[in-house]
């Protein structure tokens, strides 16, 4: 065990105790009166059955990782990586082919592992609550697609930056960035018409009241609508969501049927006026470009411990070779991602906060959105007192209550 494997054990186990402790601070912080703002909203029973989801799901999640930390250090420890690394060279395919069939099956026998999480997840853990309408059939079809992407997709991709690395010298890390961003940028205009579709139906919104508001409402503030779509979010869960996808002028709405069943007209173009906000207010712009950012310092720190043979010895590895650095590297990377995974939710909480008063400062009903947070909270029974350091470390928006508060402060505000 050199400096490269203790760094990377202690990064591992010192992380997975900060979850930890979170988690036990977050239930300790469930509180068992309701907050003011809710009284009227949850009765006592359903505010009960929100702390035991919470209850439930933090044991899960627990388990879950107690479970992956184990398994990553059996298979470290038992020299896994050089047994399959050796085993795939007996092949004789060379690097880039070797590389993908590597990363390939650890990724495919993580998912393996994963998978009895995933079916207690679904048809054990959301059942007990209501939230459950995946059929198995539903479930399986959603693996088999989602392996069919990962293959088509990642392996290519993959095979691209292991070529760069393998090839072309000292500037590899400036092609596998422009190759990865060119690849990302395209999967993001096809997304919306190729993949989504895969997974989901989207019927365009019949005209009516509720399409009428929303276009009035998308021209008042200037926002270009290529599609209104609702899309059967009822086939996996009783969760409700709505988003936005596409570019420029091809900017589609999809609202969830489950979203559109609970929610009056008023609540969903003031979901509507909190989306159209972190757009014009350009916050899928700047989290596009922080991400594209920290993929250039990620692969220009790769290239520097590339073929690095005791970072390989600390995996016990009989021969360097370029795909295994970069796995290796992710590893020795994770505690700088975890920080800069835990600022970015800041910001995007922040965007979160300017998202709704876009949405109180535009949309006359604006205040209609606390209602409809009122009711999304209700309806997927989210905490309502996460504590602070767990809000802290996992949250991307602010606690519900907290905007709550600021959405009807501001609508008070403007009206008096
Ligand atoms: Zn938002």
């Keep these: 065990m050199n400096l490269y494997g203790t760094i990377i054990l202690v ?3 010192t992380t997975f105790l900060i979850k930890l402790l ?14 003011d703002v809710f009284v009227g909203v949850y009765e006592q029973d359903a505010y009960r059955r929100s702390q035991d989801y919470l209850r439930a799901n933090t044991l899960f999640s627990l388990v879950e990782a107690s479970f992956d930390l184990a398994l990553l250090l059996v298979f470290w420890f038992a020299g896994g990586f050089n047994r399959l690394d050796q085993y795939i060279r ?34 054990v853990l959301e059942e007990r609550f209501g939230f459950n309408k995946t059929t198995p059939q539903v479930f399986v079809a959603d693996l088999f697609k989602g392996l069919l992407l990962a293959a088509v997709l990642g392996s290519p991709l993959l095979a691209l930056i292991i070529w760069f690395f393998d090839r072309s010298g000292s500037l590899a890390w400036l092609w596998a960035w422009s190759g990865v961003t060119i690849f990302s940028l395209l999967l993001q205009y096809v997304a919306p018409s190729v993949i989504m579709p895969m997974f989901n139906k989207f019927t365009p919104l ?20 290529s599609g209104i779509y609702v899309i059967d979010g009822s086939k996996r869960s009783a969760k409700a969501n709505a988003f936005f996808t596409g570019f420029g002028r ?12 609970n929610h009056t007209e008023e609540e969903l173009v003031a979901v509507l006026a909190h989306e159209i906000g972190h757009f014009k207010k350009r916050h899928i712009l700047v989290s596009m470009v922080l991400s594209m950012l920290n993929l ?46 835990v600022l970015l939710q800041m910001l995007s909480r922040r965007h979160e906060f300017q998202a709704d008063r876009f949405a109180v400062a535009t949309y006359p009903g604006g205040r209609a959105l606390s ?40 609508a008070s505000r403007k009206h008096s």
């Design 371 to 410: 209602d409809a947070l009122k009711k999304l909270s209700k309806s997927n029974l989210s905490n309502l007192t996460p504590h602070p350091f767990y809000v802290f470390l996992n949250y991307s928006h602010p606690p519900v209550l907290q905007r709550i508060l600021r959405i009807e402060a501001e």
């Design 90 to 123: 007996g092949f004789g395919f060379d690097t880039v082919i070797a590389g993908v069939l590597f990363i390939g099956a650890l990724l495919l026998l993580q998912s393996v592992a994963g998978l009895p999480f995933s079916l207690y997840k679904t048809f």
């Design 296 to 341: 250039g310092v990620v692969f220009f720190l790769l290239s520097l411990f590339m073929n690095n043979s005791r970072l390989s010895d600390a995996f016990y590895m009989q021969q360097v070779s370029v795909y295994s650095s970069l796995l290796f590297f992710m590893l020795l990377y994770s505690p700088v991602e975890f920080i800069l995974a």
């Design 206 to 225: 019949e005209d009516g009241p509720l399409r009428q508001a929303i276009l009035r409402y998308a021209d008042d503030v200037r926002f270009p609508i």
């Design 11 to 13: 990064t591992l186990v």
């Design 250 to 261: 091809h900017k589609r709405i999809a609202l969830f049927d489950t979203l559109i069943a």
């Design 22 to 35: 979170a988690d036990v601070l977050n239930l300790r912080a469930a509180s068992p009166d309701i907050p």
